[in-house]
């Protein structure tokens, strides 16, 4: 079991920034890697970044690229979402994922990833 607790959310002004914390508990030595995804009000879930725990190899959406920024602290069992010049279209409530199984796997898709958090909301005013 993988526990996962989102922190860092909140309100900010558009072409603000935050950084968002997901820290990880249980068989994190297990979690092979992190994601992030985030749901806006009636949409779907979408992929937004993954990091690689063991190589830190990262991967990001298109949308965010540029802007976001992944990273890990392996000590800290935490994984981190700097977020830069924010949009108002980046507002949702951001889960954080975390695969075990190691290899190929679909980085974008949400049932790729075993475990999840709770999820923290972020809005961007305009």
């Known amino acids: 079991q993988v526990q996962l607790v989102e922190s860092g959310g909140g309100l900010v002004q558009a072409g603000g920034s935050l950084r968002l914390s997901c820290a990880a508990s249980g068989r994190t030595s297990s979690s092979y890697a992190m994601g992030w995804f985030r749901q806006a009000p009636g949409k779907e879930r979408e992929f937004v970044a993954t990091i690689n725990r063991s190589s830190g190899s990262t991967a990001y959406a298109d949308s965010v690229k540029g802007r976001f920024t992944i990273s890990r602290d392996n000590a800290k069992n935490t994984v981190y979402l700097q977020m830069s010049s924010l949009k108002p279209e980046d507002t949702a409530v951001y889960y954080c994922?975390?695969?075990?199984?190691?290899?190929?796997?679909?980085?974008?898709?949400?049932?790729?990833?075993?475990?999840w958090g709770q999820g923290t909301q972020v809005t961007v005013s305009s």
């Open positions: 994922a975390a695969r075990l199984s190691p290899g190929y796997y679909r980085r974008s898709q949400f049932d790729e990833y075993d475990y």
